[in-house]
T-cell receptor
Framework: EADIYQTPRYLVIGTGKKITLECSQT?????MYWYQQDPGMELHLIHYSYGVNSTEKGDLSSESTVSRIRTEHFPLTLESARPSHTSQYLC??????????????FGPGTRLTVL | QKEVEQDPGPLSVPEGAIVSLNCTYSNSAFQYFMWYRQYSRKGPELLMYTYSSGNKEDGRFTAQVDKSSKYISLFIRDSQPSDSATYLC??????????FGDGTTLTVKP
């Protein structure tokens, strides 16, 4: 079982609030990712990081921001939540020594609802 | 056209059936081929990983890669109700960029 954790698991919040979704992994992986996934739909990569102080935008434009101050921690922040941000957010990590980062290990997800 | 196309499903089979899940791709740079299983309201779980062409077996699961046809498959033997989930194929390059399929939802009926 993958050692990657996300909190909170569920969040219901009002429009305009600032939120931070937490993601931590204890596997020592250098690369981490954030995906957005609507129910029954495909995964969309929104951010990734190759290591400390490295962050990149993914394939899907997102109003969220990320930071990577510690290897094991990769939080995602929404400065002002809107109903269009309602979705499931999945964090993942991978190790460059394994299959060139292609084996990804996912957290359980945070289901966000913005009212 | 998407780089990775996955049979859309949904797929419904009786318990004990052999299930075949399939993906095609267009990018010749893909060298790594993965299958993930995702239960409802959970994160994807890595099931199997294959490098380059060939077969890989793990219990009831067999992954096949045919690079000449740009086609990969996941076979599930003796399918169980607990196999009911969405299955995602994913493919990656040596540069570490992975591309996921849209997923196929499988239901195994008792």
């Amino acid at each position: 079982e993958a050692d990657i954790y996300q909190t909170p698991r569920y969040l219901v919040i009002g429009t305009g609030k600032k939120i931070t979704l937490e993601c931590s992994q204890t596997m020592g992986h250098d690369k981490m990712y954030w995906y957005q996934q609507d129910p029954g739909m495909e995964l969309h990569l929104i951010h990734y990081s190759y290591g400390v102080n490295s962050t990149e935008k993914g394939d899907l434009s997102s109003e969220s921001t990320v930071s990577r101050i510690r290897t094991e921690h990769f939080p995602l922040t929404l400065e002002s939540a809107r109903p269009s941000h309602t979705s499931q957010y999945l964090c993942a990590s991978s190790d460059g020594r394994r299959s060139s980062y292609n084996e990804q290990f996912f957290g359980p997800g945070t289901r966000l609802t913005v009212l | 056209q998407k780089e990775v196309e996955q049979d859309p499903g949904p797929l419904s089979v009786p318990e004990g059936a052999i299930v075949s899940l399939n993906c095609t791709y267009s990018n010749s740079a893909f060298q790594y081929f993965m299958w993930y299983r995702q239960y409802s309201r959970k994160g994807p779980e890595l099931l199997m990983y294959t490098y380059s062409s060939g077969n890989k077996e793990d219990g009831r699961f067999t992954a096949q890669v045919d690079k000449s046809s740009k086609y990969i498959s996941l076979f599930i033997r003796d399918s169980q109700p607990s196999d009911s989930a969405t299955y995602l194929c994913a493919m990656g390059t040596n540069a570490g960029k992975s591309t996921f399929g849209d997923g196929t939802t499988l239901t195994v009926k008792p």
